[in-house]
Structure formats: C-alpha cells, structure tokens
C-alpha cells in the first residue's frame, strides 16, 4: 500500500539510524509533539534503536489526555440529563472524571451513542427532533475542521436542538509553554504532520528562532519518526534551529486554506486549560460568538463543577515529558486499560496505553542493555538485535 508499506522498508530504516548514530557527538534530547508519533516510537521500538544519548521525551500530544477534568464532568453531567443524546468519539467514553466516566452513564440509563464523525451526531439531530443531541468536540487542530463544520451545517440547515461542548487545543502554545518551564530538557521537536496538513508551518518559525530549537515536522510510519529524528539531531549537531519539512507528501506550507477560513468563521482563540499541565494562554479554541447558542457548556448552564484527580495519578508529569509512564509508581498496578487513574492510560494515543501495550518489561537503566520490541518493519537482520516485549495478558 502507497505511503504505508514504502515508510515501512527495513533497509532504509538500517540506513536512518546508521545515518543518525554517525551524526551524534553529545547527548541531545527530543520532543515527538504526537501521541500517534508516540504509539509508532513504542510499538516500533525506536527510541532504542537510537544511539545512546539521543532521547526521545514524550509531550503532551494525545487530544484526550489533555482534555480537563473540568470538561469531562461536564460532560458526564450533560450526558447524565433526561432528554439527551450524547455522541463521542470512542475514545473519550472509558477516560475517567473525578468519580465515573461515559461507560458508566450510559450503564445508569443515560443515552450516550459513538459516532465516528461530527456530521453524524448532527444526522442524529436531524432524526430526533424532539431530543437535544450534544456532540462531544475534542482534539488539536486536525479535529477541528470538521467540528466547526459540523456546527456551521447546524446552523446552515436550522437544527436548532444540536449543540457542542468544545474543549479544542492547539500546538504552538503548548511548546512555548513547555521551552518556558523551568524543568524543560527539551533541544529539538518533532512536529505532528497532521496538525500542520491544516494549519501549515508559519506558526512555528518564530517559536525556533525564540527558543533556538529545531522544529521538524514528521509524519507518523517507522520512516518518517527516523527521518525526523535524523534532520533534528544534524540541526542541533549544526548548531542550526529552523523549521524543517520533513512530512511534503501530506503538509504544504500554508496548510488548507478552507479547513482554517472554516476555523475562523466558527471558533476564536482563547486560554485552555490542559489537563495535568494547568491553563496555557491562548492555546484553545471556544466558538465565536456567532454561534455561542450552540455552545452546550452555556446551553447546558453546567457551574459548580468540583473536579477531584486521584493522588497516585502522575499524568501530568508524563505529559509535559517529565517522567516515563512506567516510571509511575501506579503504572500496570492499580492503573491498568481497565481500571485507569488517568486518560494517558485509556488513550488510543496515551503514553500509559501505549507503554503497557508495547513495553511491559519497562525502560531501562541509563546505560544498561535496553530490552524493546523488534520493529515490525525492521528485522532483526537488518539493526542491532533487541528482545521482543511481553505481549498484553
């Protein structure tokens, strides 16, 4: 398969890391800003392929782990409502709130369906009118295109009794707040392709020359991460700090011209809380106020909202790349898929998730033999040898 199979190629993997342990000289720590980059680096084994001394620190790029908690319990009191339908996006339906999550609702009566698309729940609208459909809108700029969209066909076709909760959050914020922590080890990044196929890369510029740290955009296959690494590590070996394509095939520089005239029209900037990290200035989307009826939080009038995070949770450390999931103490033992303190647990694109998917036996001591999954891409003929992880169960 074109752009699949072709990034998947074990020779040219061989090369990539060949390529970048001839590179490196110092130890240089890298940020994949993706919680899909992150699933690929784990499931792959990649970060150890790499020579010793290149690190690749997770960041906070899993849409649902970001979600607040805050916004989880007011969806949990939505959905909760007699009259509603509540649509999601599955992967929101196991993240906890402070004292139960979607699956639970749904279990105590309430109406909560999964849709695969905005333009679903408001197709469910349409069917009921006599019922308020809220659809539950989450994610980084790649899902907020059809969001809007989703909310300017409402309003387009009359449907009056469709509305959103909006808890969208965007990428540049988040790494000037992350270069501007006190605790930040982070020297180069790599960019989510997909966010820059809509928004393009002129944001990013300024946020390489402020903080002097090479911005590679990266896709998501074995090939592209390796690539995006290598770029990276010549960049900082260089001295150098620009914004580097490494994803053409998928992000041109200005983006999608109508995905952002759309994100325009529908939502405005605003300061966004990030769940584990705290509120980041202007990193969020709210929707303008053209279409603020169709906002459920007001339509809803959901206050007085008392949010609780589990003690032993440490999520908020892994997300701003602070502590390796299996470093918490909770990991694979009280916190599991099916009894999560956290959303980096549950997540399709969580760090937890994909540790206890991908690497059960755990990262290694700096500097002891590291123990990782063979890339499935990548024989064992064609790099270093590594030992298979356990498998889940």
């Known amino acids: 398969m074109r752009y699949v199979t072709e990034f998947q190629d074990p020779e040219l993997a061989r090369g990539l890391v060949e390529d970048i342990r001839a590179a490196v000289t110092r130890p240089w720590a890298l940020m994949e800003v993706c919680g899909g980059q992150t699933h690929t680096i784990i499931r792959h084994g990649i970060d150890q392929l790499l020579p010793e001394g290149v690190e690749l620190i997770h960041g906070p790029g899993c849409p649902v782990c970001v979600t607040p908690l805050e916004v989880i319990d007011k969806a949990l009191a939505i959905a909760s409502r007699p009259g509603v339908i509540f649509c999601s996006f599955g992967d929101m339906l196991r993240v906890p709130g402070t004292d139960r999550d979607l699956f639970r609702v749904r279990g105590e009566g309430g109406d909560v369906r999964v849709v695969y698309s905005p333009l679903d729940a408001l197709r469910i609208a349409r069917d009921h009118p006599d019922r308020e459909v809220v659809f539950f809108g989450i994610g980084f700029e790649t899902t907020a295109p059809p969001n809007a969209m989703a909310v300017h066909q409402a309003r387009r076709q009359g449907v009056r009794n469709f509305s959103t909760l909006i808890s969208h959050v965007r990428v540049p914020p988040a790494i000037e707040a992350i270069m501007t922590s006190p605790d930040c080890r982070v020297q180069g990044f790599l960019a989510a392709g997909h966010v820059c196929s809509v928004m393009g890369t002129g944001e990013y510029p300024e946020l390489a020359e402020k903080h002097r740290v090479p911005i590679v955009v990266t ?45 325009e029209d529908v939502f405005e900037v605003t300061d966004r809380a990030w769940r584990g990290i705290g509120v980041i200035p202007r990193s969020g989307w709210r929707l303008s106020p053209r279409y603020r009826d169709q906002d459920a939080e007001h339509r809803f009038d959901v206050t007085g909202i008392d949010t609780r995070e589990p003690a032993e949770c ?48 755990g990262a290694p001591a700096p500097g002891a033999p590291a123990p990782a999954p063979v890339p499935s891409a990548v024989p064992s003929s064609a790099v270093p040898t590594p030992v298979e992880a356990n498998p889940v169960g």
């Open 219 to 263: 896709g998501f296959e074995p090939l592209d991460i390796l690539e995006g690494v290598r770029r990276t590590v010549r960049q900082l070996e260089r001295g150098e700090h620009t914004v580097d394509n490494a994803y053409p095939r998928a992000v041109p520089p200005g983006g999608n011209p109508a995905a952002r005239a759309m994100l």
């Open 314 to 361: 440490r999520s908020g450390e892994v997300l701003q790349g602070l502590l390796k999931p299996n470093e918490c103490g909770a990991f694979g033992t009280v916190c599991t898929p099916r009894t999560p303190l956290g959303a980096t647990m549950v997540s399709s694109e969580g760090a937890c998730a994909a540790y206890y998917l991908y690497r059960r036996l």
